[in-house]
């Protein structure tokens, strides 16, 4: 049967293999293009068997945080969640609910469900993943802007590893991580075919692979550091392609030096065809100067622009030395040495060399892989913007081998509900918190923390998770924990435990993926334009109840019946078949000869439908339309920031510039026992999901690989009088929350971080180990004793910027 497996959040498109009516595993679909799934769906069947499940409805008895809870019916389980937000909503504060999805258990209905009752608050979970340092970051260089703001997610662009002949793998590991369809699959593509790697990691990856693979040890935190020396190395030795940058980039856009803004931009009108359809678009366009006819003129009607030079240009009576952008990010640049980044970050100067000419031998089939889970330091966004910059500048963007756009089509809507009166908490953060100027929209879950904690701009009194677990996987634990405690009612609806189910007031047991049908999706992240469907393969076990099941006993309970009758009944009459065919009817970003192919048979029938990858072009999505390696929203933001003395404008700065973490502002050197947390993933654990970390088939390779562990440098656990499989204590100085793990000594990581799988154990709260048979009794996270701190501008939860102590238990 197919499956969209939910191990982790990507919804790999696979087969649930069953036998006499059980679930076996999940096996690679091999009607896609990259069949292939990762030990975590193999393992798919220790999740659904597992007896540790929530198995029937649970009502709370004790003190929020104790886990302590009785078996309820649904209908007084529903009735009682029911009665809750019919109060608040009868009361007209429906908005003092925030509903926070994950693996959003039914697409289609369930935000709709909480949309028609009435609130505006959907806080995502993703300003603990890649929003919005990665969004921001990227955005600024290559696009997508929405709502005035850059916010390229993952899902925009793609790494080509399968074509690629040399990559740079920095704060990202492809093997060991999310991603399998398609990234892991291309990866493996391009390992088989020869890609050499250079990984820049404190800790030795070595799910990467060891063939064609050279690992450098770097500082926690110092990134930045080393790409601004690699970028010096680039720039000094013109490692780039002029015709590449004078086509698609804005490198000849003439700027003030000192000011950093564009000379003379003005908005102008074109004509775009898309799909046979004439699109009127505004661009920015800026002055250059035109080598063909010795002036400076404006970029749309320049013949041959220059890349280098100073240039007088006069704009009404004063006259303006304006410097190409290029010149002026290599001015920068001089500063940023090899020397200098070497003694920053730990790397060595002849590395640094060496990876700059390795990038300028292979370009354009080479690359710096933007990162995923990038919100890690307060610099993380700066590093990002670096990183695409760099990709710009070697002529990476677009070309195969490259960085190219991927290609998800849209499916049309089920219903279509009305919008909330009340506008959603994370509008008044935009406006009043510096640290949120370029926030995200959709992902502010910490903020919602900070509103039960305040009330501003208005009170958050109740909480409904569907699969979100904001406790295990949000920075700042101690706050965390006040907010949970704080909250008049608390509803987690989850096939699982976890850390937030601890001060749930009820908790729904959902069924699993291969338990139930759900919405066709289309948001893979694969230049591949690909639809997959999820079918149910088993019956649910125990008590679970299928999602969808749950939001029309919810709507039914808590809307008008009017209200219900025109938004849910048509799904209890049609249901799954009639949203699929209604997915389908209003599918968009598909081609006609491509929507002819498709149909709700075939996809019932392979469980898959790949379009055509596009050949790979160096397309923007930016205000001028171009590659802005010298980003024009960035310029505008700098001025205005500077015009405020705001200290964070120096973030804002269109230029390659250097940014400490928080910790380096802190302290310049740590002490013996101090050490800055790393994490990163194995095939076998993911997130904070209970799916995997208590699972009886995974258990023993988890064992093998001790994914319970920390890992420090050999020599400096030694000095510390550790030895391996010693039990440690874990604290953060200005934090509450304890944790403990055992430790392992390894020469493979850097001495000033230690490194965890991320969130395998139980970290700080090990009373949920009395819900769980397989998972480990012990282990860190480094999210509950990581401060409850906001990156400058992009509002990221730093999740890694932070100093820990270490001692024997």
């Known amino acids: 049967m197919p499956v969209n497996c939910r191990m982790c959040a990507q919804k790999c498109p696979g087969l649930a293999r069953v036998v006499n009516g059980r679930l076996v595993g999940i096996e690679g679909n091999p009607n896609s293009v990259l069949p292939g799934v990762c030990g975590r769906s193999a393992a798919a069947a220790g999740m659904v068997y597992n007896p ?46 925030a509903f926070l999805c994950r693996f959003h258990s039914a697409p289609g209905l369930d935000k709709e469900f909480f949309k ?21 970051g990227a955005g600024v260089v290559y696009g997508p802007f929405k709502k005035g703001l850059p916010a390229c997610s993952p899902s925009k662009v793609t790494v080509d590893f399968a074509r690629a002949k040399y990559g740079v793998l920095i704060g990202r590991n492809p093997a060991g991580g999310l991603v399998c369809y398609p990234w892991a699959m291309r990866f493996a593509e391009g390992k088989r075919k020869g890609l050499k790697l250079t990984v820049v990691d404190p800790r030795k990856p070595s799910e990467a692979g060891e063939d064609n693979v050279h690992w450098i040890p770097i500082r926690p935190g110092a990134d930045l ?84 030079g100073t240039f007088d240009v006069t704009i009404g009576n004063k006259v303006i030395k304006g410097q190409t952008a290029l010149d002026r990010i290599a001015k920068e640049l001089e500063a940023y040495t090899p020397e200098w980044a070497a003694e920053q970050s730990d790397v060595p100067v002849e590395e640094i060399r060496k990876i700059a000419r390795e990038l300028d031998e292979n370009r354009p089939h080479a690359f710096i892989d933007p990162t995923y889970r990038s919100e890690r330091y307060f610099n993380s966004f700066k590093m990002i913007q670096v990183i695409n910059m760099m990709n710009v500048f070697i002529g990476a963007f677009g070309r195969e081998g490259g960085i190219v756009w991927n290609h998800s089509p849209k499916t049309g809507h089920y ?14 953060y935009e406006e009043h918190d510096p640290n949120f100027r370029f926030s995200n929209h959709k992902y502010y879950r910490r ?36 907010a949970l405690k704080k909250l008049d009612f608390t509803v987690c609806i989850s096939p699982f435990f976890n850390e937030t189910t601890l001060y749930a007031d009820v908790i729904l047991p959902d069924a699993t993926f291969v338990e139930r049908d759900e919405a066709i999706n289309g948001k893979y992240k694969s230049p591949v334009p690909t639809l997959a469907i999820n079918m149910k393969a088993i019956d649910p076990l125990f008590d679970a109840k299928d999602p969808y099941w749950i939001v029309l006993e919810l709507a039914k309970r808590v809307l008008k019946p009017e209200e219900y009758d025109a938004y849910f009944k048509h799904f209890e009459q049609d249901g799954i078949e009639g949203l699929w ?26 469980g898959i439908w790949n379009g055509t990858e596009p050949k790979p072009k160096p397309k923007a999505k930016t205000p001028t339309h171009k590659l802005e390696i010298f980003s024009t929203f960035l310029a505008k933001e700098y001025a205005e920031l500077k015009a405020k003395g705001d ?42 999901g209970q799916q995997t970390k208590d699972n009886r088939l995974l258990a023993n390779i988890g064992k093998a690989i001790s994914w319970d ?50 969130t395998v154990g139980p970290g700080a709260f090990r009373q949920l180990n009395n819900f769980y048979g397989h998972a480990p009794k012990y282990g860190f996270n480094p999210n509950h004793s990581a401060p409850f701190h906001f990156a400058p501008l992009t509002g990221g939860h730093a999740a890694h910027d932070y100093i820990i102590k270490i001692r024997r238990a």
């Open 581 to 606: 065919k209604k997915q389908l009817a209003g599918l968009k970003k598909v081609s006609d000869h491509e929507k002819a192919e498709i149909s709700l048979d075939r996809l019932k029938q392979f």
């Open 415 to 428: 219903i279509k509900p009305p919008k909330p009166k009340a506008k959603p908490i994370i509008k008044y």
């Open 52 to 97: 540790n499940r929530v198995q029937t409805p649970l009502i709370r008895v004790g003190e929020r945080g104790e886990g302590k809870f009785r078996r309820a019916t649904w209908s007084e389980a529903l009735d009682l969640v029911a009665s809750k937000l019919k109060d608040y909503r009868d009361k007209g504060i429906p908005e003092a609910v």
């Open 647 to 688: 200290p964070n404008a120096v973030v804002a700065s269109p230029l390659p510039v250097w940014q400490p973490t928080n910790w380096m502002t802190r302290k310049a050197k740590l002490d013996r026992d101090e050490f800055i947390p790393v994490t990163g993933f194995a095939p076998v654990n993911s997130f904070t």
């Open 225 to 308: 550091a080393f790409l601004l020396g690699v970028f010096h190395e680039l720039v000094k030795n013109k490692s780039y392609d002029a015709n590449y940058l004078k086509k698609y980039t804005n490198a000849p856009m003439l700027v003030d030096p000192k000011t950093l803004q564009p000379i003379g931009v003005k908005e102008i009108e074109k004509t775009k065809i898309k799909h046979g359809k004439v699109k009127k678009i505004k661009v920015l366009d800026y002055l250059v100067y035109d080598e063909a006819t010795k002036q400076v003129r404006y970029a749309s009607e320049a013949k041959k622009p220059a890349l280098h």
């Open 447 to 482: 903020k919602a923390v900070e509103t039960v904690l305040t009330g501003k701009p208005y009170p958050i009194k109740a909480m409904v998770f569907w699969g979100q677990n904001l406790l295990g996987g949000s920075a700042g634990g101690t706050e965390i924990v006040e």
């Open 709 to 758: 562990a920390v890992f420090i440098n050999k020599a400096k656990g030694k000095a510390l009088g550790l030895k391996d499989g010693d039990l440690v204590k874990i604290w953060n100085p200005d934090n509450k929350l304890v944790q403990y793990a055992t430790v392992r000594l390894s020469e493979l990581v850097h001495p000033d971080a230690m490194f965890s799988f991320y």
């Open 116 to 136: 028609i009752y009435g609130t505006p608050n959907f806080p995502g979970y993703a300003d603990t993943c890649w929003a919005n340092s990665r969004a921001v």
